[in-house]
């Protein structure tokens, strides 16, 4: 069950920002994808793959697909979580971890095209307490955690509301706006000969490895 007012303000607060695809709900079953992960999930991020669903943030963004975590697949939660808990826990974290319990642990929602993977840190037992915990490979402190969730993070990032830029890609950092597309129109796009983000031919359409 969403805390409803939280979860609409939070979203309300991107949609100037990040104007949604039309028709982007993804129709999740909730109670069976929370048990399938063991947990809920925040109720922010529920009412976004509602208004929005999955999908890019002007080709510098990815918030995955909220598969179960049998679904290993290269778009989906699970892989996403995989490779963060491979980097987890960290030895240092820039911001905000001090000390972590044995419980601690991160499910992934985002990637970056920088091979950053953005998390929750699932410490606390209400899920819309969940900070945003971003993985960044390339730095010599990897992990870096944010006291806000996931909506929030989306809006501070496009406003420059962060000491620095919290992802690799500075693409969308204090940008103002961003364009959502859906997975699904993306997929549209590209089966069509048409890169999503251009909306030019796109040169590698069509093309297989051994072309």
């Known amino acids: 069950m969403t805390d409803r007012p939280y979860a609409e303000q939070a979203v309300a607060g991107l949609r100037s920002l990040l104007p949604p695809d039309t028709g982007a709900n993804e129709g999740i079953d909730w109670e069976a994808l929370s048990a399938a992960w063991g947990t809920r999930f925040p109720s922010d991020y529920m009412e976004f793959m509602k208004v929005y669903g999955a999908g890019g943030i002007s080709d510098s963004?990815?918030?995955?697909?909220?598969?179960?975590?049998e679904t290993m697949d290269?778009?989906?939660m699970a892989t996403a979580t995989s490779n963060a808990r491979d980097q987890w826990?960290?030895?240092?974290?820039?911001?905000?971890?001090?000390a972590l319990g044995a419980g601690?642990?991160?499910?992934?929602?985002?990637?970056?095209?920088?091979?950053?993977?953005?998390?929750w840190l699932t410490s606390h037992v209400d899920p819309d307490q969940w900070p945003v915990a971003v993985l960044s490979p390339s730095l010599v402190a990897?992990?870096?955690?944010?006291?806000?969730g996931m909506a929030e993070f989306l809006r501070r990032l496009l406003v420059?509301?962060?000491?620095?830029?919290p992802i690799s890609d500075s693409t969308l950092w204090n940008a103002g706006t961003g364009q959502f597309?859906?997975?699904r129109e993306q997929e549209r796009l590209l089966n069509a000969g048409?890169?999503?983000?251009?909306?030019?031919p796109d040169p590698y359409a069509n093309l297989g490895f051994d072309d």
Do not use: M
């Open 160 to 165: 420059g509301e962060f000491d620095t830029c």
């Open 194 to 200: 048409i890169d999503p983000w251009t909306g030019e």
């Open 181 to 183: 597309l859906h997975w």
């Open 61 to 69: 963004f990815e918030v995955v697909r909220p598969l179960s975590p």
């Open 89 to 98: 826990p960290p030895e240092v974290a820039s911001i905000g971890v001090t």
């Open 104 to 119: 601690e642990t991160v499910i992934a929602w985002a990637v970056t095209p920088a091979a950053d993977v953005v998390c």
């Open 74 to 76: 290269i778009s989906g």
């Open 142 to 148: 990897p992990w870096r955690v944010y006291p806000v």
